[in-house]
């Protein structure tokens, strides 16, 4: 009798544990769908494989070929969420990516959000970036990047674009890592056109890892990517395509939707969030467009200069100390030791 009610209050324990982790993440507000519900297969033929619960997908690269998929339909801002676990060992020159684009719609004139990870030699960490392109501004990339305080191979973690329109964030699962806020003067550079969501692995040897002086070793493939509680939420507007691209949006209304976008937990940073978020960008940002004067002489104007941060960048944009991570946290780590006080920082 003593063991059942002690199994019972362990199981009771593990609930409330589950529901708070939930309510701190803010999953309560997330609804996954089954692959067939919003999603579709892109390309790759056999390199994409359901699982039998319809919940998760399996995307393959081996020497034939990369693969994706799309969502079936397209949306004016949204919100874009999934687990996903990266391939391990040596993944030089891969690149998975999770991203939104119109790009097979408005062909000359496209908007996307990317999300884009960037294999490395095996033995060193998967690095990623993010970009916003709008109106075609291809020209004018706004990449940052960044490294993981964890191994993206080993288990899934929850990757989301929250795309309203006054704003963009990016999440690591209930990090914020990157927000955008729309100005006035980025006028068509802000993404404003339906989009659909993305996901691709893919072969990037010429560019995704030490500036493609690493490629693929495929005698390590196939390299698996896995997906699953994939969320699809925003303003549906496939219906409404062949208006959009004649009358530029004009016969659009999300105004609901929007309302809802603007309102949810995932459009809000609390200030325990934005302390994340900082600790974030402090620790693990290595690469950003709006301190690379050499590119921007000026800085983008959705570009928010914190004096702190800037301090650590060069005028290309990368890291001082060699531009790594690891080189700025072991000079910070000698400087404390010479100190007689120490200095603790809160963990992520």
Known sequence: MRDLIYRRLKVMVMMMMIVSWRCVLGLENINPIFFDEGLSHLFG???????????????LLDKY??????????YQHGFFSSLIKLPGANTAGLVVAFYTSNGDVFVKNHDELDIEFLGNVEGKPWRFQTNMYGNGSTSRGREERYRLWFDPSKEFHRYSILWNPTKIIFWVDDVPIREIK????MKGDYPQKPMSLYATIWD??????????????????PF????????LDGCNVSESLTTLTRDNNNNI??????QLLMTSDYS??????????????????????CYDT????????????LTAEKDRFRDTGRLKFGGSHTKVHRARKKRRRNRSTPVVSAEL
Request: with cysteine; glycine share 4%.
């Open 294 to 305: 050499v590119r921007y002489a000026v800085p983008p104007p959705e570009c928010v200069i």
């Open 45 to 59: 033929e056999s390199n994409l494989i359901r699982s039998p619960d319809d919940r998760s997908v399996r995307l």
């Open 253 to 258: 209304n999300c105004s609901a939707s929007d």
């Open 182 to 185: 729309r100005k006035e003067e």
């Open 65 to 74: 070929t990369g693969s994706g998929f799309i969502s079936s339909s397209m």
């Open 204 to 221: 990037a040897s010429s560019w995704a890892t030490s500036g493609g002086k690493f490629s693929v070793d495929y005698t390590f493939s």
């Open 224 to 231: 698996v990517s896995e997906f699953k509680d994939i969320a």
């Open 268 to 289: 809000t940073i609390s200030p325990k969030q934005a302390a994340a978020m900082r600790r974030f960008r402090e620790r693990y940002m290595y690469y950003s467009y």
